[in-house]
């Protein structure tokens, strides 16, 4: 199946709508139903946009999770209790919840991001800084990805 990968910058109109990039669509046309699911981020300052089929697969994955965790708590509380299900209109947007862009500071000009089987929504401002490579220890991702073979 093919993966969502590239970066695209959009703005939010003034209703809190979002165009999804055409390659991205077609990524969901061709393979998931047009419903989305919008969650929060476990860590990051972005929204998460799920096709509807890959949230469940996340669904199953948490559900045999051991809410003895405390991570597994904080996962189901920070992202399984902020998802919303969202479709695609006729012209390729998604009105994106309030409530996410007041958590996410989405406003105007954002990012979306390719994450194989998601798509990550910044704000530019929040992206750009977290992708500065001046705040980036090189030596130290690049160890940690080497375990993986990356």
Known sequence: MPAFSGKYYYTLDEKGR???PA?????IYANYSPKLFVANSAFDNCLNVYPF????RLEEKVKNLPRSDRAVR???RRVVASAAEVELDKQGRVLVPSAHRQDSRLDGEVVLVGQVEMIE???KAEWASETDPAKVDREALEASLSRYGI
């Open 18 to 20: 979002l165009m999804i």
């Open 23 to 27: 390659p991205f669509r077609e990524i």
């Open 53 to 56: 089929e890959e949230w469940l």
């Open 74 to 76: 904080y996962f189901l």
């Open 121 to 123: 929504l910044w704000s």
